[in-house]
């Protein structure tokens, strides 16, 4: 039974190793030449006004975690195009009541003002 996860356990060993030992030998073995022009952040070679830690809007939350829920939602849909031959008529009224589903919240969504740039 362990054997069966053997191949697991040595590709997450290695990634491991991977994920330490590339930035440990870069900050061992990478060139360090500080200079003022150096320490800047990069802005297209524009010296920075303000300060990066400015506020946003609501509104640009609301959209990206509306964004991220409607793509999870339809990432649904590859793996149902893929067998829809094999589930037949009840896997396209699924999808139906799926898809539906999610439309009836879009138009809710849209309806509230979250969509709205104002």
């Known amino acids: 039974m362990l054997s069966d996860y053997a191949p697991i356990l040595v590709f997450l060993g290695i990634c ?12 061992l073995l ?4 500080p200079s003022p022009a150096k320490d800047l952040p990069y802005e297209s070679g524009i010296v920075p006004r303000e300060t990066a830690r400015r506020r946003f809007s609501v509104s640009f939350y609301v959209t990206a975690m509306l964004f ?9 849909l590859f793996p149902w195009a893929t067998i829809v031959r094999q589930l ?4 396209i009224v699924e999808m139906g009541i799926f898809i539906v589903t999610l439309l009836v919240g879009l138009a809710y969504v ?5 969509l709205r740039w104002d």
């Open 110 to 114: 849209w309806r509230k003002g979250a």
């Open 88 to 91: 037949k008529v009840f896997g």
């Open 30 to 33: 990478g060139p360090r030449h």
């Open 68 to 76: 991220i829920i409607f793509d999870v939602e339809s990432i649904f």
């Open 16 to 27: 491991v190793a991977f994920a330490v030992g590339v930035p440990t030998l870069s900050a």
